[in-house]
């Protein structure tokens, strides 16, 4: 669960990287006379180029789209899913007398709180997805709900295959 959580925050300061990769670009006049450089440097005009050559090829950015199209209405469903999943096994470790690793017994033994917790957490995915969308990185938007219901999918499948321990 909290790795869910840790993953947002990680998105979020990828998030601020490609901000401050961008605020140059968009501060810089193009036809300005370059900044001093180190003599035999060609980097600057290397990056200028990719840039340029940037929006047809860059993985990252693809076509704009509504932010609520069919397949964010999948990926969303599927993080949804996750975090249902999510939920259903970690009661259900609960139940077999196995403690919570991420969260403490109290809060998932207190069913609405802990079912609340994974909405925030699907909400929370939603809004970074949007986050990303506004910024124009569409691939990453889709990438948030993918990896986030495949890491609570994953979690779900360890909380059941977990054994139950039996006193001898
Ligand atoms: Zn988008």
């Not at 069913?111 to 969308?133: K, Q, R």
């Not at 999918?153 to 295959?161: D, E």
Request: with cysteine; hydrophobic share 45%; charged share 20%.
């Amino acid at each position: 669960m909290w790795r869910a959580i840790a993953c947002a925050f990680l998105l979020l300061a990828a998030i601020s990287a490609a901000q401050a990769q961008q605020q140059p670009a968009d501060g810089r006049d193009p036809n300005a006379p370059a900044a001093p450089q180190a003599i035999g440097s060609a980097a600057p005009a290397d990056q200028k180029k990719t840039a340029e050559a940037g929006p047809p090829s860059d993985p990252f950015v693809t076509k704009e789209h509504r932010f609520w199209d069919r397949e964010n209405d999948w990926l969303f469903a599927g993080v949804g899913a996750g975090r249902a999943l999510d939920y259903a096994s970690t009661l259900n470790l609960r139940r077999r007398g196995i403690d919570e690793v991420f969260l403490t017994n109290s809060i998932v033994d207190n069913h609405p709180l802990f079912a609340g917790i994974e909405v925030a957490a699907t909400a929370a995915s939603v809004g970074v997805s949007y986050i990303f969308h506004r910024t124009g990185h569409h691939r990453l938007e889709r990438w948030t709900s993918a990896i986030h219901a495949g890491v609570a999918v994953g979690g779900a499948l360890r909380n059941y295959a977990l054994k139950t321990p039996h006193p001898n």
